[in-house]
């Protein structure tokens, strides 16, 4: 089937400094993209969403950029913190499904101090 | 507010052994999901729910049965464990049907041996 993957398996970014994590997916017809952190024990939790209508959404510290056209997804964190240290995962859905999303293979991601 | 509540948290089985993994939500949520996760790997759909007395298989299935008989529990039942089945269960639900994002709880990490 379609899949959602991570160009890399683990960032190392200095604390302060700005982190992009990239995100490709294959299935054209996704129209609903989303963005989870999961932190060690933990189940994910949202980050932030972007629908195909749109290319850029911007949260507290984080922004989604969504490029059709190559279909590349990325997310964007400002001013990393200690507490941005986990694995990040990109998810799309292909609207009008109720059976979830589908999940890349996550990027972690570690804040040097 | 609990969200979505999994138990138990960590469990050893024998091969062969049987066991069911709890999962409950307060959200009064319709849509529920289940979803295993190995290690260094993104998130795989093993059942999903669009409402009580209705589940659907997702791309993983086998070894696994579900039951919904209310809006609230979505147990998750191994019958026969295989080291295969090794995997931290993830439970998540949501509120409508698709393009939105889904709650999770903190797993359940599971051992085979």
């Known amino acids: 089937g379609e899949s959602v993957g991570l160009h890399l398996p683990t960032l190392s970014v200095q604390e302060g400094d700005n982190s992009i994590i990239n995100c490709a997916y294959s299935?054209?017809?996704?129209?609903?993209f989303i963005w989870y952190k999961q932190e060690s024990g933990k189940g994910p939790q949202f980050i932030i969403d972007i629908r195909s209508n749109m290319d850029k959404r911007q949260g507290q510290r984080v922004t989604v950029l969504l490029n059709k056209t190559v279909k590349h997804l990325s997310l964007q964190i400002a001013a990393t913190q200690p507490g941005d240290s986990a694995v990040y995962f990109c998810?799309?859905?292909?609207?009008?499904?109720?059976?979830?999303?589908?999940f890349g293979k996550g990027t972690h991601l570690i804040i040097q101090p | 507010n609990a969200g979505v509540t999994q138990t138990p948290k960590f469990r050893i089985l024998k091969i062969g052994q049987s066991m069911t993994l709890q999962c409950a939500q307060d959200m009064n949520h319709n849509y529920m999901y289940w979803y295993r996760q190995d290690p260094g790997m993104g998130l795989k759909l093993i059942y999903y729910s669009v409402g009580a007395g209705i589940t659907d298989k997702g791309e993983v299935p086998n070894g696994y049965n579900v039951s919904r008989s209310t809006t609230e529990d979505f147990p998750l039942r191994l019958e026969l464990a295989a080291p295969s089945q090794t995997s931290v269960y993830f439970c998540?639900?949501?509120?409508?049907?698709?393009?939105?994002?889904?709650?999770f709880g903190n797993g359940t990490r599971l051992t085979v041996t």
């Open positions: 998540a639900s949501s509120a409508v049907r698709s393009n939105s994002p889904l709650h």
């Open positions: 299935n054209s017809a996704s129209d609903y």
């Open positions: 998810a799309e859905s292909s609207g009008g499904g109720a059976d979830g999303l589908t």
